[in-house]
């Protein structure tokens, strides 16, 4: 079973708006990614925060961790139509040695003009 | 710097014909990975690579094979295609512990 979960699967707002979604996972982990998938194309890495790290900010892009939930969430503030995209979560387990990152199925993320 | 590159972009094959996904990245990188892409699924590991030399089975290794040619490439092999392999096919490397880079993808439809 995947380790990482996104919810919602898809989310539809308005340019301007915020824009949250969340990932869980199961087990023990070193860091957590949010990657961005436009489409047809590959995943572009969007934010790294580990395991020791609650809150991470890059742009207009907010993550927080939360390891006693295990879960994870990414906020897009002020959206804009060239956000649209799937939103991925990948996670490092703890004992897999920085090998073999473990995705969600992802969120799609539509913003309408 | 080219990042990671993969070719072909797209490729048709009828079940049972033989072919090699070819993937190189040019960021010095120990890991290389193989993903395929379903709709609906996320990214499932085929293989990865931990150095040159080295390869492991991902979450959906049955019908592939990997070679680490070299630190630079990182191919995938389908030796019999099957319908059920059809899907896009996304090669990918990173330093341990950091993020990933992705290649553009192979887009593979087996008949």
């Known amino acids: 079973s995947q380790q990482g979960e996104e919810d919602p699967q898809a989310l539809s707002i308005q340019e301007g708006e915020n824009a949250t979604m969340n990932c869980s996972y199961k087990?023990?982990?070193?860091?957590l990614q949010w990657y961005r998938q436009n489409s047809g194309r590959g995943l572009v890495h969007l934010i790294l925060?580990?395991?020791?790290?609650r809150e991470k900010h890059s742009g207009r892009l907010r993550v927080t961790l939360d390891t006693s939930k295990k879960s994870s969430s990414l906020l897009i503030t002020a959206s804009r139509a060239a956000d649209t995209a799937s939103y991925f979560c990948?996670?490092?387990?703890?004992?897999?040695?920085?090998?073999?990152?473990?995705f969600g199925p992802g969120t799609r993320l539509s913003v309408l003009p | 710097n080219a990042g990671v590159t993969q070719t072909p972009k797209f490729q048709v094959l009828k079940t049972g014909q033989s072919m090699t996904l070819q993937c190189a990245q040019d960021?010095?990188?120990?890991?290389m990975y193989w993903y395929r892409q379903d709709p609906g699924m996320g990214l499932r590991l085929i293989y990865y690579?931990?150095?040159?030399?080295?390869?492991d089975k991902g979450e959906v290794p049955n019908g592939y094979n990997v070679s680490r040619l070299n630190k630079r490439e990182f191919s995938l092999r389908l030796e019999s295609a099957a319908p059920s392999q059809t899907s896009v096919y996304f090669c990918?490397?990173?330093?341990?512990?950091?993020?990933?880079?992705f290649g553009p993808g192979t887009r593979l439809t087996v008949l």
């Open positions: 990948a996670t490092d387990p703890k004992y897999n040695y920085g090998q073999n990152f473990v």
């Open positions: 960021m010095n990188h120990n890991s």
């Open positions: 087990t023990s982990i070193n860091n």
């Open positions: 990918a490397s990173s330093a341990p512990r950091h993020e990933q880079f």
């Open positions: 690579s931990a150095s040159e030399g080295t390869t």
């Open positions: 925060i580990r395991s020791n790290e």
